[in-house]
Each structure stands twice: as C-alpha cells, then as structure tokens.
C-alpha cells in the first residue's frame, strides 16, 4: 500500500497545477463522478439550488447550513433532523442521521442492538447489522471547505438513488454532524464574505486572506474546540460526547484545513511515536490501513496531492480524531491546504475554495465505502476492544483510583461530573481507606476501578506517564486529569479485587448544597475559602454593595453549625458596617450562597476558640476588584480567553478586554487590577511602560502570566526576580559550544528540547494570599515553555517554587528537568504601594485546570493586600 501511494503522488504531479484551479461548469459533475452514483432525486434541492450560489463561491452561513439540513429532514424519509444544543452565541448544534426508511423505523433498536453487541457482557453479536458512522465537520471556524462538504455528504445520501448509495443506506446508519464550531464559523464567513471579491482576489497578502484577531478557529471564548473532546469544558464539546456514547459509532470524522502551500494529509499519521500507547496497535497497523487504500483511490482519480505518516498524531485523546479510538472506533483526521478565502495564490498555481471542498467530498466519499465494506471487520474489532480492555484491566497493577478532597465539595462535584460524562464507572467509597498517609472517607471520596469497558479512557484520566516513545509531541504530552483537578487522589489496590470498597454506583454528580437553616445574624456570616465557587458569591455579594473581608490568618469560632475551622482567605460578612438592614443582608447572603452553591454560616460574636479574632487587623476589608486584559493582534487569544471564561463561568464577574490599539486610551487610575496573559507587549512605548510604574507603586496590581512575565522582568517592571539566561543573570554559567550535529537530525533535536506540555509538582506557600484556600503545599503545575526564574531575591516572595526532582507526568528531557528543578512558577514583587505578580506558568490552561486557576482569583481579589516585607 505505501508503493501504491508514493507512486500516486508522484503520477499527479503534472494534474495538480490545473486543477486547483479549475472552475466547474457544472457543480454536480465537478463534485461527483459517473461511478459515485446512478442519479439524484430532483425533488431534493441541491446545496446550489437551495443557497442561490455555487458552493465554494461564497462562505455559507451557520444558519443557512442549519436552513438546508432541516429542510433535507422535512422532504426525505431518510433523513431526520435533530437538535443537540447550542452554542455561547445561542447558535444551534445540530445532527442529521441518514439511513434507509425501513432502518428509520427501528433507529432506537439498531443502536440498542449496536451498544448490546459490543458489551463483552452479553452474547457473541451478529456481524451482520448496519455500521454506525459519525461524519464530524469544521470544529475549527476558519477551516471552512469542510462545513461546505457536509451540505454536499447529505445531499449524496439523502438524494442518491441506485447502487451504491442504496446499499450504504442499507448497512449504514450515517450520523451527520455539519458544523461543530458555529460562533467560530460565522466569524470567519462573515469575514471572508466581507472581503470578497469580484473578480476574487489570489494574492496572499489580500486582507481576505489574513482574519482579523482573534480569528474564527476558536470559539466564542477563543477556546480550540479540537483539544476539549477529554476536558469537555465547552456546551459543543458536551453534546457531541453524549452523542458519542448513545451511538459509539465505528468510524468518527474530523475534518480541518492547513496551511495553502500544503497539500492534502489524511490517515495514517507519524508511525509509533504518535500512536497512543493504550489502544491495541491493531488500530494503527491494520484498520486505519484498511481506510487508507480507499482515500487513495478517491483522491487518484481526480489527481489530487496528498501526503500521509507525518506531523499529526494521535497520542491525546481530547482530539476529535483520537476520542472516538477510546470507544472502540476509529477516529479520523484530514487536513486539506486552504484557500483562507475563495482563492489563494501558492506553488502549484491558485488554489480555490472548490477544489478544497471536493477534495473533502472525495475522501468523505472514501469513508462511507470503506465503512460499509469494513462493517463487519469494524464491529468484530469494537467487540475485541472492549473485551481486551477487560483482560487488561485484570492485569493491571492498580485496582482502582480513589480521590476525594475533604476540603472542598464543589472540586469534587466537577470532577466527577467529568468522570460520569465520559461514562467512566464510579462508586462511592463504602469505607475509609489510607493510602501513602492520604486518608478518603466515604462521605467526601469516591472509587473508579479499572475493572471496566473503558478501561483504557480511566488510565487516560488517572495515570501518569514518563516514559514516551519518541520525544517530539505535536500538542502536549500528558492530560493528567486528576492532577489538573488538583485533588488528593492514589492509586489503591486491596489485594483481592472482590474486596474493592466500592458501594453505590453514581450515575450523576451530587447537586450544589441548598443553604439550610440560616439564621439572620446580628454580628457576622463567614464563608470558607477552600470551597471552589466561594470567589463566586463573594463578588455577588461586592456586586450588592455589601462590605466583605477576609481572613489572612485562620480562625476557629462558634457558628450556628457549631465550632468551625476557617481557613485563610474565607470570607467574612460583618452587620453592623453595612448599608444594609440586617435583614437586607440576610437576604443578600442566601442570594450569593444559592448562587455560587455555597454554605454559609452565622455567628454571634467575633471572639475565636482558636486563632485570629474577627475585628484582627488580619482580617482586611476587601474592595470589588475592577480588571482589565488587554487583547488583540499579537496577544495570545487562547491565553485570553481562558481568563475570559473563567471570570464569565466561574465568578461571573466581567473584566474589561482593551484591544492594544485602544491601549492609548485607558486612564489605570480607573483600575486596580490589570491582568497580561502571555503575548507580544512590545507595542507599548516607553512612556506608557513608565505610566504603568507609576500606576504599580501607587497601588496597582500588574498579574503577569507566561511570557509577559518573561515581558515584565526585561522591561524593568521588577526588581528582584530574574530569568534564568539573561544578560541581566548574574548567576550564567559560561555556555558550552556544541557539537557538530547534521542537519536532518536537527527537527528531532529541537523537538525533543521543547517543552510542549508536562505536569510538574511545586511547594506552594499556603500562608501567601495567592495561597489561600489550599489545603496541602504540594501543588501540580501544568507547564509548557522553557523559561525558568531564578526564586526572588526577597525571601517572602517566592510563592511556588519547584521541587528538585518535580516531574509529575509528561515528557522533558533531562536538561531541561535539570533547568526547572527548583527554579520559581509564581513570585510576587513589591513596587511601591502595589506589586507585580509573576505566574511563569498558565494556571487557567484550557480551561480545565480547577488545581491552578484559583491562584489567579487569589491574585485578582487579595492582591490589593500584598505587602511583601523587606528582604532581612
């Protein structure tokens, strides 16, 4: 086979010039050939006829896919139309299931009969049913032939007539899902509608071919939809993974565009390295092999380019190729060179928006027959899926992960929210247990035994790995997400695997607790800061212009719960300052709690059993924090975003986003808090460099993360950090001159030196603000670049700092795990009456990081009260 495709692509090379730039007399011929299909019903519109334009002369709209596919649904008894959620931008997510009428009537037994047959519990199944194919398109806004070539799939099934489509819809069930990325593709139409134009423009410096920030990959919060498939942060990610444990199809589609001197990439990707190491090989060696010969073929005939077995992997599995794989599928990636508009000059000739979408057509095309062809080989491989994941499991060393922290119920809530969205079993924990000195107790801990169907996807969640392959990752190289979550976890084995402590299963996570029995208080409310969602109800409650402090030192007083512990940062309420009526806060007070899902309690006096009184000068008043980020060309949006979300999602609590060609106009004054993700800040001038001195030293909060901490040492904004290397590191060793080493090994060198994604473990100060609500020193920090800070001159401002041996999972190599070792991930510098905080590494990464992010709240509402002292 790889002859047969090397030959190809050496065949085609003299066609290809010609065809990208090819125009289509008519659009059907262009598209299809003769042997795709006998004839299409006429009583079902074309995309063409039902849009008014040729496909791939103008970007279609989501709501016009959303129009064809719903109408497709109302005038064919193969097809249904449905519904499956919405997106932030109340854009519709939508599926279209195509099969025969005769199979349309029994649509619920083909798949109850399709999820019995691969349950290593039941009877040997019956080969012999239909194949359950999921066709994804466009996760990515701005890689727009592949939503377009949805439109053409649907009407191929919903209007082919005669063989072979009346087969497929015989032995298929075809579960199409046009547009996964809706608030990304409509900016990116809209965009290159805007731009068009008439005749189109080729030249790649034509301001159609180069979006605006942030562009339409992303979605709404400038998340990339293709790595959250495992994270499942997003409401498009959460409904196509339900879709995809009602149906667990056998084959699974994602289909993206490159960059336009590319060519066209589909499967298999980059041999062994990029394999995911708990997935039988059989997938790799065998059944992607078997799809491959067929998407040569599609591609051959029309002389297309193509290349396989480089760049992409299938390692993770939060993308929309590698997910279907942990369900016993195959998951698929494509790639076609994009036009980035309508067309687009490259070496070939001009590559237009057609030929991108027919290409995608050939090899949607392609799937359908294998997938129909393979059946029954694809149903026989889902069954032995399953079943070697239990034989596995049996062997595995580790009987079950067991976590839960006793600290806070709402991490606990979240995450095994998580785990139950991924179908993951998971029981309550009937028994106390001690694992490596960490105690779990049933009423806050809970079980996932590895003894299950999805085996494979638990490991994927729970383990970590520091062993690899190869040393060259395309994303990241571990997705712990245990570790991300931040909560106490341990690998548990009994020793008899009937003697697991499990009880219940659960089958949903538990509700937010309801405040019980709150009585008005004439002295005080107090909120603990260990619970997640306390900054939540703390801002509703500044929002309501009620007066809040916090306790920088613990405390334990009698509530109307009884004695209770606080940790630092918990909130307290005071009565009698406030503007309100006793009963007004009372209200106000239960409002927050029902908001944030939180518990508070009353007290009737402000003298403590233990630790700090409540009228302490420890216990500062706080003021409702008053951000903004900057964004815009040269800002990492990803960056961005994530702190967009977080504020949104988990505080609801808005921060202003100033584009940087509006930087100009801010007055600081109006600010306590300014937040810099990672990104270029070199367009700030020296004068406004000097403006923002001058706002820190007289109060300000500047929160650094990533590289515009690296920004903010080398321009000054701090004095007594200093980043490993610098002309300004006193502490460089002299550099060794390397040796000689040839060029074609120079791509897996610098691969194997960057740092793409590991999780690392560093001691947190849990008495420093940025601290607080942190039960254990011991924090999992995720960590993706190779700049490393010496800890600060000031003693009291390091406040995580990396152990000497602190590699958690992932892969780094051994000179860089020598780098990090004891080097700083957070400092704190005093300037003045304010401080700049540095967090070299992203807390808030993809969303998903629950064990970090509270770091950044920390920062956000107690920076204000950062006094660093002196160095002695």
Do not use: C
């Amino acid at each position: 086979m790889i002859l047969k495709l090397l030959t190809a692509t050496f065949t085609i090379l003299f066609l290809n010039a010609t065809l990208f730039a090819q125009q289509p007399e008519d659009q059907l011929e262009y598209f299809f050939k003769d042997e795709d299909v006998a004839s299409f019903d006429d009583r079902i519109p074309t995309p063409q006829e039902f849009l008014g334009y040729e496909l791939g002369s103008h970007h279609t709209r989501h709501d016009q896919i959303v129009a064809y596919f719903r109408k497709l649904g109302e005038l064919s008894d193969r097809a249904e139309f449905r519904e499956i959620g919405q997106t932030y931008g109340h854009r519709k997510l939508i599926i279209l299931k195509v099969t025969s009428p005769e199979n349309h009537a029994n649509l619920d037994e083909i798949r109850q009969a399709h999820l019995q047959a691969i349950s290593p519990g039941n009877n040997a199944p019956d080969l012999d049913r239909p194949a359950i194919n999921y066709l994804g398109y466009g996760v990515h806004g701005n890689e727009t032939s592949s939503s377009e070539t949805a439109m053409l799939t649907a009407f191929y099934l919903v209007a082919g007539e005669g063989d072979p489509v009346d087969r497929y819809l015989q032995q298929g069930v075809f579960i199409i899902d046009p547009v996964m990325n809706p608030d990304g593709r409509d900016r990116h139409t809209h965009w290159a509608n805007m731009h068009k134009g008439d005749p189109p423009v080729a030249d790649p410096l034509d301001r159609e071919h180069n979006e605006a920030w942030p562009g339409g990959r992303t979605n709404h919060y400038w998340f990339d939809l293709n790595r959250d498939w495992l994270p499942i942060v997003h409401p498009e990610s959460q409904a196509r993974v339900d879709l995809m444990h009602r149906w667990m199809p056998n084959v699974a589609t994602d289909f993206h565009e490159m960059g336009t001197t590319s060519t066209y990439f589909f499967e298999p990707t980059k041999p062994e390295g990029s394999w995911n190491p708990t997935l039988p090989e059989e997938l790799y060696t065998d059944f992607t092999l078997r799809f491959a010969e067929y998407w040569a073929e599609y591609l051959d005939e029309i002389g297309s380019l193509y290349f396989t077995k480089e760049i992409f992997d299938n390692t993770y599995p939060g993308y929309g190729s590698t997910y279907p794989n942990f369900m016993g599928g195959l998951g698929l990636v494509f790639e076609q060179a994009s036009a980035r508009g309508h067309v687009q000059e490259n070496q070939w000739g001009d590559l237009t928006f057609e030929f991108a979408i027919r290409n995608h057509l050939r090899t949607s095309l392609g799937t359908i027959q294998a997938a129909i062809e393979e059946r029954e080989y694809m149903h026989d491989y889902q069954r032995r899926f399953f079943e070697s994941a239990l034989e596995e499991a049996s062997d595995f060393e580790t009987e079950a992960y067991v976590f839960g922290d006793p600290h806070d119920e709402a991490r606990n809530r979240e995450f095994l929210d998580l785990l139950i969205n991924h179908r993951l079993e998971v029981y309550e924990l009937d028994e106390s247990v001690e694992v490596d000195g960490t105690a779990f107790n049933p009423e806050n801990a809970w079980l996932v035994p590895v003894e299950q169907e999805q085996f494979r996807l638990v490991r994927s969640i729970f383990e970590t790995t520091t062993e690899f392959a190869d040393s060259v990752f395309y994303d990241a190289s571990t997705w712990t997400m245990s570790l991300a979550y931040g909560l106490p976890n341990a690998d548990y084995s009994s020793g008899r695997w009937s003697d697991l402590p499990k009880g219940d299963r659960m089958t949903e996570a538990p509700e937010p607790p309801e405040q019980q029995d709150l009585p008005v208080s004439n002295y005080a409310y107090l909120l603990d800061w260990s619970d997640y969602y306390a900054p939540k109800a703390m801002y509703h409650l500044m929002e309501q212009g009620v007066l809040v402090q916090s306790l920088f030192r613990p405390t334990t007083i009698e509530t109307h719960d009884g004695e209770r512990a606080y940790s630092r940062g918990s909130v307290m309420v005071p009565v009698q300052p406030q503007d309100h009526s006793p009963e007004k806060l009372h209200e106000l007070v239960l409002q927050a709690a029902q908001k944030a899902g939180v518990e508070f309690q009353a007290t009737s006096t402000g003298y403590a059993a233990d630790g700090v009184d409540l009228g302490s000068r420890d216990v500062p008043v706080l003021e409702k924090p008053n951000a903004f980020t900057v964004v815009g060309s040269g800002i990492a949006a990803n960056a961005a975003g994530q702190l967009w979300h977080l504020l949104d999602t988990k505080v609801n609590m808005p921060i202003t986003k100033v584009d940087r060609q509006n930087y100009s106009r801010i007055s600081l004054e109006d600010y306590d808090v300014a937040v810099f993700v990672s990104g270029n800040y070199g367009f700030l001038s020296e004068n406004e460099i000097e403006e923002l001195q001058r706002w820190i030293r007289n109060g300000g909060t500047l929160i650094t993360i990533g590289s515009a901490a690296q920004w903010a040492v080398r321009n000054e904004l701090t004095s007594d950090i200093h980043v490993v290397g610098d002309e300004n590191d006193n502490q460089e060793e002299e550099p060794e001159i390397p040796a000689r080493v040839d060029f074609e090994k120079a791509r897996d060198i610098f691969g194997a030196q960057r740092i793409g994604g590991i999780i690392l473990e560093a001691d947190l100060d849990i008495t420093h603000p940025l601290g607080f609500g942190y039960q254990a020193r011991q924090l999992p920090v995720w960590r993706s670049h190779t700049t490393f800070y010496h800890p600060s001159e000031n003693p009291y401002s390091t406040v995580a700092q990396y152990s000497e041996s602190p590699l958690l999972s992932g892969y780094i190599s051994d000179e860089n795990l020598q780098a990090v070792s004891e080097t700083a991930s957070v400092l704190v510098d005093q300037t003045g009456s304010g401080r700049v905080i540095l967090m070299a590494d992203n807390p808030i990464f993809r969303g998903y990081w629950y064990g970090t992010n509270k770091l950044l709240l920390n920062a956000i509402f107690f920076g204000q009260h950062i006094n660093v002292p002196a160095a002695p």
